[in-house]
């Protein structure tokens, strides 16, 4: 069982989007059974809440069903989950500076973090864009973006227990 966890700021947008197009990915190969999937904020203003609106509607178009509710990345995550992927530049040294804690704590196994963009086989962007200011064009945007990524995430994922 492998444990990926998807990191944004909000646990609003991109994260509970990528969640949702992973786990879709997963039941269309059977594979469901063989990862724990969730998603996380560094920040912790939504907790509680659903996914925006925007977006639920932009998964629903795919045929995406966002369920989660959104929840602060913790310490106890860093050493919960095997994966980490995290959507922006800011994601990234947020979670890297808790890894940093976590380590001086004593922990012996961290997850390994990383953009999730490195995944990216149709183009190589820098960052899975926050659309939370901006328009529906931007969710559009963020779901073509972690559909090709969450693919090839779970295709080096796959190699890398074969
Ligand atoms: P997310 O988007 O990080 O993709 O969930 C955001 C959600 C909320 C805020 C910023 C980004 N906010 O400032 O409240």
């Given at each position: 069982m492998k444990r990926v966890l998807f990191v944004c700021l909000g646990n609003i947008c991109r994260s509970p989007a990528a969640e949702g197009v992973f786990r879709h990915?997963?039941?269309a190969a059977g594979?469901?059974?063989?990862?724990?999937?969730?998603?996380a904020g560094t920040g912790g203003w939504h907790t509680g809440k659903r996914a925006d609106p925007r977006m639920r509607?932009?998964?629903?178009?795919r045929g995406l069903d966002l369920t989660s509710r959104a929840r602060q990345l913790d310490a106890a995550d860093?050493?919960?989950f095997d994966h980490i992927l995290t959507m922006d530049a800011a994601n990234l040294a947020a979670v890297q500076r808790l890894a940093q804690h976590v380590k001086?704590?004593?922990?012996?196994r961290l997850a390994v973090v990383e953009p999730l963009v490195r995944y990216c086989q149709r183009g190589t962007?820098?960052?899975v864009p926050d659309p939370y200011y901006g328009g529906e064009q931007g969710f559009e945007l963020?779901?073509?973006?972690?559909?090709d990524a969450c693919a090839g995430l779970l295709q080096a994922l796959l190699?890398?227990?074969?």
């Open positions: 990915q997963l039941s594979l469901e059974k063989r990862f724990l999937v969730d998603s509607a932009a998964a629903a178009r860093l050493e919960h001086a704590g004593g922990a012996s962007p820098g960052e963020v779901l073509d973006l972690l559909e190699r890398s227990q074969a």
